[in-house]
């Protein structure tokens, strides 16, 4: 596994894939980070990629290998591919290392519907996936034909991102409101533990929602979105005073309502952000 953490070199693992380069890329990240934006923007660089993004049964997705013969594949949060051992052995068969491979699916099936029992293709596949579990040795075997890339970007890298993606259109809330938001997340960007691009797209919802009711506190309510209580915001501007910490803890417990465990505990989880 090859650890990536931000956008530019994670095109290039996209294009091993295109270009074929690489028999199989699987890319796995956590949701929300735009694995997928960044492959749709990479294919449409290439006509002769497939995105197959349904469940598909082996024999269907034998088929469709037939429909597409040569083409890249796109697996697409397909989580259900890994766990059947037919479907594994039509991916391993797949992504074997030769130039030209020979697929094989023999099953009364096959016989039935007039299909040929194998092809030969110039196919390979690349992998989305927000998990890879190592089921058993066939999936650890497949893993092994190729590029395994967990995608972990850096904060500087999202914020990046969400400053591209604060400039496009979001219905009816204009820029300076996106900005609004934008600035908003960034400021408190080192109290969330996992922010990712859907944030953002969260906070534009709730600002638009927040001008046609003005009472609405759409930063409070992104705040919880997030992942960040009330009390960790108090908290927060609490350490960063420099009062003694028995005077701290007699603020938070004042403004929080919580006692000296809590602040202990939220003291814990601020400072592992």
């Known amino acids: 596994m090859v650890l990536v953490t931000d956008y530019s070199t994670l095109k290039h693992y996209v294009r091993l894939f295109t270009e074929k380069k690489a028999d199989l890329v699987i890319l796995q990240s956590l949701g929300g980070l735009g694995k997928t934006h960044t492959v749709d923007k990479v294919i449409k660089e290439n006509g002769n990629i497939v995105v197959f993004d349904t469940h598909l049964t082996p024999l269907a997705n034998y088929k ?58 110039t196919s390979n596949a ?78 534009f919802s709730l600002r638009l929602h927040s001008i046609e009711e003005p009472k609405f506190d759409w930063q409070k309510e992104l705040l919880k979105n997030i992942g960040v209580t009330l009390d960790k915001l108090v908290l927060k501007r609490i350490l960063d005073n420099k009062k003694p910490i028995k005077q701290k803890i007699e603020e938070f417990k004042r403004k929080a309502g919580k006692g000296k465990d809590t602040f202990y505990r939220l003291k814990r989880e601020v400072k592992a952000v």
Do not use: C, W
């Open 126 to 203: 690349l992998i989305e996936t927000n998990h890879f579990q190592m089921r058993n040795a066939n999936v650890k075997a497949l893993a092994t034909r190729g590029f395994h890339v967990m995608f972990v970007p850096t904060m500087s890298e999202i914020m990046s991102r969400m400053k591209q993606i604060k400039n496009l259109p979001f219905k009816s809330l204009e820029q300076s409101h996106r900005d609004e938001v934008f600035n908003f997340i960034s400021d408190n960007k080192d109290r969330v533990k996992d922010i990712n691009l859907r944030h953002l797209i969260l906070g």
């Open 64 to 121: 469709e290998l037939i429909k597409h013969r040569d083409k890249g594949i796109v697996f697409r949060d397909l989580d259900t591919l890994l766990s059947n051992n037919i479907s594994v052995s039509l991916l391993k068969q797949l992504t074997d290392t030769k130039p030209v491979k020979t697929i094989s699916y023999r099953s009364t099936a096959v016989i039935t519907q007039s299909l040929p029992d194998s092809l030969t293709t």
